[in-house]
C-alpha cells in the first residue's frame, strides 16, 4: 500500500500544531500568558498557518515523497517566566518532547500490536511515528532559531554571550549548511530509533 502525500501532509500539520502548542503550554505552566491571549494555544490549525511552511513546504515536500514544515512560532515572552535560568530550556524542550511522545505512543503500539493490527493501519502509524521522529530530531539540532539552539543556550555560562550572538548572526547560513550538508547524516539516527520504538525494521 502506498501513503496518499494528503494523509503525510495532514498527519504534519496536525504534529506541527502540536508542537507549537506544547510550547506555548509550558510557557503558560511557567507564568507567561502571551500564547494564551494570542490565541494560540488551540488546535484550530487556522492560527498555526504560516503560508510558506504550513502550506507551500508540505505540499512540495510530500510530492517529493517525504513530508515536512513548520507552523507560525507561538510568541512568548520570556522575561516573564518564573524560571529565568532554564525557562527559555524548557519551553524550547516541550516542542520537540511532545513530538517524542506521539512517535513513543504510537510506535510502541505498532510494536505490541504486532499480529493484531492490520498491515495497514501499522503502516498508517508507522507514517506518525517517522514524521514525528523527524521534527523533534531536527528541531533539537542546536542551531538558532532551532529548538536546541535555546536548550544549549542555557547550559552556557553567561560570559559566553558573545558565542549565542554570533550564531544568531550567522543563523541563516548555518541553517542552510546544516540543510544541505549535514541533515543527510541524521536521517540513520531517525530511521534506527524509528527501529528501536516500533521493532519494524528500516
Known sequence: MEISPIFSLIILIISVIIHEISHGYMALHLG????????????????????????LVPIITSIAGFAFGWAKPVPYNPYNLSDQRWGEAKVAAAGPLSNIAIALLFGLIIRFGDGILSPTLILLMSVVVFINLILAIFNLVPIPPLDGSKILFAFLPYNMSRFRQAMEGYSLILFFVFIFFLWKFLTPVIW???????????
Open 192 to 202: 534506527g530509533l524509528f527501529s528501536l520504538i516500533t521493532g519494524v525494521s528500516a
Open 32 to 55: 507567561d500568558t502571551t500564547a494564551k491571549y494570542a490565541g494560540r494555544l488551540t488546535l484550530n490549525p487556522i492560527s498555526h498557518i504560516d503560508p510558506i511552511g504550513s502550506i
